[in-house]
């Protein structure tokens, strides 16, 4: 599956920002689909998913209350809402997908094997 995300840019601390992933020629309500971030010089971090029970949710303690992601099935695509942002963060954004019968751990970058071109989130003091 293609995956494209949008919706970065360029906020104040405690402002919001949503993010939308988009897939190409698939529905993404037939995959569990999550987001990662990157800051320079430091690897990719998981930020949320959608659990393997259904359409819970899993999410970085960073993130817990701040963050919600969310599925637009009319839309096709997968948001995240990002609230009361910080300094820290400043990221691209990715998100990502894969099979609904894999049961690895959501938190490992190596364990999604499809990723989107990512969208850049900074978010200035």
Known sequence: VQLQASGGGLVQAGGS?????????????????????QAPGKGREFVAAFSWRGE?????????????????????TVDLQMNSLKPEDTAVYYCTARSTTQLTALSNADNWPAWGQGTQVTVSS
Request: hydrophobic fraction near 35%; glycine fraction near 10%.
């Open 17 to 37: 920002l949503r993010l939308s992933c988009a897939a190409s020629g698939r529905t993404l309500s037939s995959y569990r689909v999550g987001w990662f971030r």
């Open 56 to 76: 819970g949710t899993y999410y970085a303690n960073f993130v817990k209350g701040r963050f919600t992601i969310s599925r637009d099935n009319a839309k096709n």
